[in-house]
């Protein structure tokens, strides 16, 4: 098991900026991969960014290409996701999973944390 906490959440304009923070611990050593997703309400859970724990390049929605950007910093077992030039659209709570695989399908990943809310303002 690996246990996930996020934070960093809150309320911004639109333009603005945010960072998520995805604090692992437990068996990190099994996981291959850390996705963000989000939810807004009423809507599904979409794929947000993913990055493999060790090395590898990151994958990107289309929705968030180029505003963006997840790192790792594996000395601190944290997932960042660095969210510039924010839009109204982009409220909803976000979350962070583990994985074996890098995938943009949520089924592919084993362990969530509980969810930061982020909320831009137009």
Do not use: H
């Amino acid at each position: 098991q690996v246990q996930l906490v996020e934070s960093g959440g809150g309320l911004a304009q639109a333009g603005g900026s945010l960072r998520l923070s995805c604090a692992a611990s437990g068996r990190t050593f099994s996981t291959y991969a850390i996705a963000w997703f989000r939810q807004a309400p009423g809507k599904e859970r979409e794929f947000v960014a993913a990055i493999p724990w060790r090395v590898g390049r990151a994958t990107y929605a289309d929705s968030v290409k180029g505003r963006f950007t997840i790192s790792r910093d594996n000395a601190k077992n944290t997932v960042y996701l660095q969210m510039n030039s924010l839009e109204p659209e982009d409220t909803a709570v976000y979350y962070c999973a583990a994985g074996q695989t890098l995938s943009i399908r949520d089924i592919q990943y084993y362990n969530w944390g509980q969810g930061t809310q982020v909320t831009v303002s137009s």
